[in-house]
């Protein structure tokens, strides 16, 4: 069973930055972030495959996310540079061992979630 566990949120004026980490069990898996704000479904942001070596984003985030993992200490971040109000939303990790791709219901294992909120 894949346990993950989000920290690093926060409140954060716009144009700042936040680093979110994704600790748990079982890290040999693709990973991602997805994030959902009220009212609306939960969306893709950021995918990293089990090897580290290749990556992909939702347009809206590039250029301003990365996303990178390290398997030695089970853990994978999400540097968020240049944040938006817009980016405001509760952010998920998520993990599969053989999806990698941008749809939610693609991802077995979720964690509970920390909250970002980008003041202007």
């Known amino acids: 069973q894949v346990q993950l566990v989000e920290s690093g949120g926060g409140l954060v004026q716009a144009g700042g930055s936040l680093r979110l980490s994704c600790a748990g069990s079982?890290?040999?898996?693709?990973m991602a972030w997805f994030r959902q704000a009220p009212g609306k479904e939960r969306e893709f942001v950021a995918a990293i495959r089990r090897s580290g070596d290749s990556t992909s984003y939702t347009d809206s985030v590039k250029g301003r996310f990365t996303i990178s993992r390290d398997n030695a200490k089970n853990t994978v971040y999400l540097q968020m540079n240049s944040l938006k109000t817009e980016d405001t939303a509760v952010y998920y990790c998520?993990?599969?061992?053989?999806?990698?791709?941008?749809?939610?219901?693609?991802?077995?294992?979720w964690g509970q979630g920390t909250q970002v909120t980008v003041s202007s």
């Open positions: 998520a993990a599969d061992k053989t999806y990698y791709g941008m749809r939610p219901r693609g991802y077995d294992y």
């Open positions: 079982g890290l040999t898996y693709s």
